[in-house]
Every structure is written in structure tokens, then in C-alpha cells.
């Protein structure tokens, strides 16, 4: 495992930020990591990466304990926190040695991986100015990049995207993905689109607690309590004969366009009644659980 976590809990003062938390990341994994503001999530990643310690339970990295092995840990890991902590007054190239410094990196060494950084994250364009000068989608590059040069195993990126454009955030996800080929990724966000576009699974937490976690596709089938099927009929529908369909439990009309709840999917007996009644169906859709929707479910 590149993670393990196990009984994590963090407790600061008569707050239980972290509920016993548990569970493990695969090498070559992109897990999305999700909760609502406040469930814990930068306290477990402050704790995976060595800022603070836990209250109880253990915590390990590419097998390192993050309480007796903490520096062995940290070297395998690269880290982006919600506030990128840069030098603004320092240019591209000489914050990245620095940085590079800083992780014991010397000489030819640190400059070939500061070179191949800026090549990699795409900062090519703009390493001739001050951090100062960069946009934000740069800015961000600047701190992937930093988090990348000694080429850890495990990557940490907390909110990598927010207060991204649209286009920044399709350059920073396509990063990502490039970047993540041969490393194990915990992405932190609160945008649902993210995560679905990025994450091969999902775990979300609450009050410090885990209450899911899956592949997207598994977390919408796991929640599903109820089917919603919306139908556009033609001509004069008789709404108890809908009624009497089997699992119907509400039914919403707005003119031609019907939504029916129902605890099974009715398409097909809707349709045979459709013929029965001739009745024209012009379209009949299942409509699915986004991944928000089960967000919000789990985490009300």
C-alpha cells in the first residue's frame, strides 16, 4: 500500500476533528478525497504529510510510519496545500533551486530536475519573471512543480484548482493526469466535476468519519433508494392509471413532461401502458445520481 491509515484520530481541545478514520490507497491510485468544509480532510492531510501529529491511531506512507519514521515518510511524498506557500519575489527557476535545496538536491542533480519541472509542468513560457507576475494557473504550475522535484511516490494536492478560470482548470487536470501515470494521488476538492473527470475512487468523510468509499459508479448505485423517470407523453394521460404502476410512490406533471419516482425502474411497464392507452411517448429518460447528489445525501 502507498497509504495506510488506521484508526486516525485527532482531537483539538474538546473538538474530535477525526473519528477513527481509516483506510488505504493503492500505488497508481487518483483518490478523490471529499467532505464538507470542516470534516477533517486538511487535518488528515496535515497528518499524512508530517505537519501535525495524531491524537491516536497510525498513519503510514510507502510503508513508513508517520510517528517513529516521519522523515522517511516525507521524503516520498509531494505536497500542494490549498494556500500555495511561494516566494513571489523570487523568479521561476530560482525558487524552484531553492526548493530543490531545501529537499537535499545539490549541484547538476537539482538543476537537471528543475529543468525537467519546468519543461514537465508547462512554466516553460514564463520562467523569465517573478512568481509575482504569474496568474494563478501559473502560480499553481510553480507549485506542482516544486511538490514534484525529488519525484515522490505519493502526491498530496489540497483545493489544486480553486479560483481556477475554466481553462486554468482543464490545464491543471490535464497535469494531473500526466503527472499521476506512475504515482499514487490524494486529491482534495470540493468541485464535483473534478472528481469525476480525474478519480478512479472516491472517499468522502464527515464529522472526522468515513462514510464512503467506492468508485463513482459504485457510490451512485450503493444510494440509489429511488428511480426518477421523466417521460413526455402526447395526448390525454390519465394520471391514477400511472398511479397504479408498481413501485410509484410520486408523480409531477408540467404539461406534456411527467417526472415519476418510484422504487424500481418502470420504463418498460410505462411504455406497454403508453400502448394500451395509446398513448404517444416522444421521450423516456432514467435520470441518474450525480456524484453531487450522493455528496449531499452522505454529508447533510
Known amino acids: 500500500m502507498s497509504i495506510t491509515v488506521s484508526g486516525l484520530t485527532k482531537v483539538y481541545g474538546s473538538q474530535k476533528a477525526l473519528d477513527a478514520l481509516s483506510f488505504s490507497v493503492q500505488p497508481g491510485e487518483i483518490l478523490g478525497f471529499l467532505g464538507p468544509n470542516g470534516a477533517g480532510k486538511s487535518t488528515t492531510m496535515k497528518i499524512l504529510t508530517g505537519y501535525i501529529p495524531q491524537t491516536s491511531g497510525s498513519a503510514e506512507v510507502c510503508g513508513f510510519n508517520l510517528e517513529t519514521q516521519s522523515l522517511a515518510a516525507r521524503q516520498c511524498i509531494g505536497y500542494l496545500p490549498e494556500l500555495n506557500p511561494l516566494y513571489t519575489d523570487m523568479y521561476i527557476k530560482e525558487y524552484l533551486l531553492f526548493t530543490a535545496g531545501m529537499v537535499g538536491m ?14 514537465k509542468t508547462g512554466i516553460a513560457p514564463e520562467r523569465k519573471k517573478k512568481i509575482g507576475q504569474l496568474s494563478k494557473g501559473y502560480k499553481q504550475r510553480v507549485g506542482l512543480a ?96 400511472l398511479e397504479k404502476l408498481k413501485g410509484v ?23 406497454m401502458l403508453a400502448q394500451e392507452q395509446q398513448w404517444i411517448i416522444l421521450s423516456l429518460q432514467l435520470e441518474e445520481q450525480s456524484l453531487e447528489d450522493v455528496f449531499q445525501t452522505l454529508t447533510k
Request: glycine residues 4%.
Open 106 to 119: 545539490k549541484g547538476k542533480s537539482a538543476n537537471d530536475a528543475v529543468e525537467s519541472m519546468i519543461a
Open 249 to 271: 410512490n410520486a408523480i409531477a406533471q408540467h404539461g406534456a413532461l411527467w417526472q415519476i419516482t418510484s422504487t424500481e425502474d418502470i420504463r418498460e411497464s410505462l411504455a
Open 146 to 241: 516544486a511538490a514534484l522535484l525529488h519525484n515522490p511516490k505519493v502526491l498530496i494536492l489540497d483545493e489544486p484548482t480553486s479560483g481556477l478560470d475554466p481553462n486554468q482548470v482543464v490545464e491543471i487536470r490535464n497535469l494531473i493526469k500526466e503527472i499521476a501515470k506512475d504515482k499514487t494521488v490524494i486529491f482534495s476538492t470540493h468541485i464535483m466535476q473534478e472528481v469525476e473527470a480525474l478519480c478512479s475512487r472516491v472517499i468522502i468523510i464527515n464529522k472526522g468519519k468515513l462514510v464512503a468509499d467506492n468508485d463513482i459508479a459504485g457510490l451512485q448505485q450503493m444510494m440509489r433508494k429511488h428511480y426518477v423517470v421523466k417521460a413526455e407523453i402526447k395526448g390525454l394521460v390519465d394520471k391514477s392509471r
